[in-house]
């Protein structure tokens, strides 16, 4: 790869990252509108990289985040997911990023737990066929996605979820890594929760 290449990759990446952030934090940049960002970072991805590059699949989907959070537009967001996925032809891992923090923003700004497991299992999916079962990304996605589980019924997927992503942590990390604890105290309120739900039901 020529050094103008490999350049080339870095900017992109760093320009996909800069509009994520910026859309997912509905917080648009003095030069221009979130729309007009991720329609430039779409643009100068596909001037620089063409339209089969990854960097373009990536802006892409922030052009899809963009009308997902701010526009609250699901189909037209879907429609520009979708067409990410064909440039990547299977191979997409870098999408994982994008719909993992997608999920994360459904969790916590809008507070839509049926919109944010749809991106979260589809992140979780992406990064266990192309990382393995066992990656400590694989765990951060199966946490946020029990996070995302509707906990008012019952509270079974989120603690299996929980239970698998501490055996990755406990398999990759030292025994007194904080998100080890974090994930052990999380454990342990969602059993207390299911507890409470059986000893409920038994009366």
Same mark, same amino acid.
């Given at each position: 790869? *020529?050094?103008?290449?490999?350049?080339?990759?870095?900017?992109?990446?760093? !320009?996909? !990252?800069?509009?994520?952030?910026?859309?997912?934090?509905?917080?648009?940049?003095?030069?221009? *509108? %979130?729309?007009?960002?991720?329609?430039?970072?779409?643009?100068?991805?596909?001037?620089?990289?063409?339209?089969?590059? /990854?960097?373009?699949?990536?802006?892409?989907?922030? %052009?899809?985040?963009?009308?997902? =959070?701010?526009? @609250? @537009?699901?189909?037209?967001?879907?429609?520009?997911?979708?067409?990410?996925?064909?440039?990547?032809?299977? @191979?997409?891992?870098?999408?994982?990023?994008?719909? $993992?923090?997608?999920?994360?923003?459904?969790?916590? #700004? *809008?507070?839509?737990?049926?919109?944010?497991?749809?991106?979260?299992? !589809? /992140?979780? /999916?992406?990064?266990?066929?192309?990382?393995? *079962?066992?990656?400590?990304? #694989?765990?951060?996605?199966?946490?946020?996605?029990? &996070?995302? =589980? &509707?906990?008012?019924?019952? #509270? +079974?997927?989120?603690?299996?979820?929980?239970? &698998?992503?501490?055996?990755? +942590?406990?398999?990759?990390?030292?025994?007194?890594? +904080?998100?080890?604890?974090?994930?052990? @105290? +999380?454990? #342990?309120?969602?059993?207390?929760?299911?507890?409470? $739900? =059986?000893?409920?039901?038994?009366?």
């Amino acid at each position: 790869m *020529s050094d103008d290449r490999a350049w080339l990759e870095k900017a992109a990446a760093t !320009e996909n !990252e800069w509009v994520r952030a910026r859309i997912l934090k509905q917080d648009p940049p003095a030069e221009g *509108s %979130l729309l007009k960002i991720a329609e430039r970072g779409r643009d100068m991805a596909a001037r620089a990289l063409g339209e089969q590059h /990854a960097a373009y699949a990536v802006a892409l989907q922030n %052009l899809g985040l963009y009308y997902e =959070t701010i526009e @609250n @537009n699901p189909a037209q967001a879907n429609a520009l997911f979708a067409q990410a996925r064909a440039v990547l032809g299977g @191979n997409d891992l870098p999408l994982a990023e994008g719909f $993992y923090w997608l999920g994360i923003f459904h969790t916590q #700004v *809008s507070r839509d737990l049926t919109r944010a497991q749809p991106p979260l299992a !589809e /992140a979780l /999916a992406i990064r266990r066929r192309a990382l393995g *079962s066992d990656d400590l990304e #694989v765990a951060q996605t199966m946490i946020a996605l029990a &996070d995302a =589980t &509707d906990q008012t019924t019952t #509270v +079974q997927p989120a603690i299996a979820l929980l239970e &698998d992503a501490l055996k990755i +942590q406990r398999s990759k990390l030292a025994a007194d890594d +904080q998100a080890i604890r974090d994930t052990e @105290n +999380q454990l #342990v309120l969602l059993q207390a929760l299911a507890r409470a $739900y =059986t000893e409920d039901d038994a009366r």
